[in-house]
């Protein structure tokens, strides 16, 4: 599986991003996807999750300004983020979760910052 995230630039504090990240390969072997991030000087940490029955997960900082989702074919998974704070910047990586392994995309930087 091969992933590539896109969608990530400067915003201003309250702003809005979509990310996406586009899944090929043998798809048809994922269970679920997830959005990641990594602040400068910080930890990867878990951003959203979505299983293949839409089943979705957010950390406390996101909930209620992010949402994940995907298209019908999940080939390609999105978060969509709003109300962007500053704390919220990061470098995003997405993550594809399969039954037999887990793979990684680039990461696509996102800056809030007025």
């Known amino acids: 599986v091969q992933l590539q995230a896109s969608g990530g630039g400067l915003v201003e504090p309250g702003g809005s991003l979509r990310l996406s990240c586009a899944a090929s390969?043998?798809?048809?072997?994922?269970?679920?996807l997830a959005w990641y991030r990594q602040a400068p000087g910080k930890q990867r940490e878990l951003v959203a999750t979505?299983?293949?029955?839409?089943?979705?997960n957010y950390v406390d900082p996101v909930k209620g300004r992010f949402t994940i989702s995907t298209n019908s074919a999940w080939s390609t998974v999105y978060l969509q983020m709003s109300n962007l704070k500053p704390e919220d910047t990061a470098v995003y990586y997405c993550?594809?979760?399969?039954?037999?392994?887990?793979?990684w995309g680039q990461g696509t930087l996102v800056t809030v910052s007025s």
């Open positions: 993550k594809a979760v399969s039954s037999v392994n887990d793979y």
């Open positions: 390969g043998s798809i048809f072997r994922l269970r679920a």
């Open positions: 979505i299983t293949t029955v839409g089943t979705t």
